[in-house]
């Protein structure tokens, strides 16, 4: 259980067998962390882990836990969504730290893992949620919609996210804690 930088983040991921990455909000405060995540991204974009390896199976995404590792900005505690997608964010709106981070968080994987920054390897819960059959189209009572959206700009979350990331492997020198 520690605060990891991401050149730990780099560490870890090279010493694990994972094979994609999922981008999660955990519809909490800022600072609540949980162990059903590998990586905890706090408001203030510092990173908590409960595990000091990415093979330890978290319980992030229904049915799709294996050799996935899970990444989770903490905020969205009282956000809500309508049936056609538009967000209200609430009192704990993603941060632009958190954003950042994750995105930092998704270049330091994908260069380590050799991976393309891409929906085959980092898709969102949304993305899941949709594939899996309990997204906001679903009446599923587990209803899940994670990063469908970011207030930083108009857009798919994990098409954001993904996009900055790439920016960060085009620009490493930006890419630090
Ligand atoms: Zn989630």
Known sequence: MAFYTLNDIAYLAANCHANKATLH??????????PHYHLNILGDGRVW??????????????????????ISILCCADASVDTEGNVTWGNYPPTDEQVDKMAMIVKTIADV??????????KT??????????????????????????????????AIIRGKAIWYHCHPEECKD
């Not at 909000?25 to 949980?34: E, H, I, P």
């Open 25 to 34: 909000w955990s519809g909490g405060g800022y600072t609540n962390t949980s």
């Open 49 to 70: 882990s409960d595990f000091d390896s990415f093979d330890t199976t978290g319980q992030h995404t229904w049915h799709r836990n294996t050799g996935n590792i899970g």
């Open 113 to 122: 893992k050799d991976w393309n920054i891409d929906k085959e390897h980092f």
């Open 125 to 158: 819960h949304n993305d899941w949620a949709l594939i899996d059959g309990y997204s906001i189209y679903d009446n599923d009572p587990d209803m899940r919609w994670d990063l469908i959206a970011l207030p930083q700009e108009d857009g798919d979350g994990g």
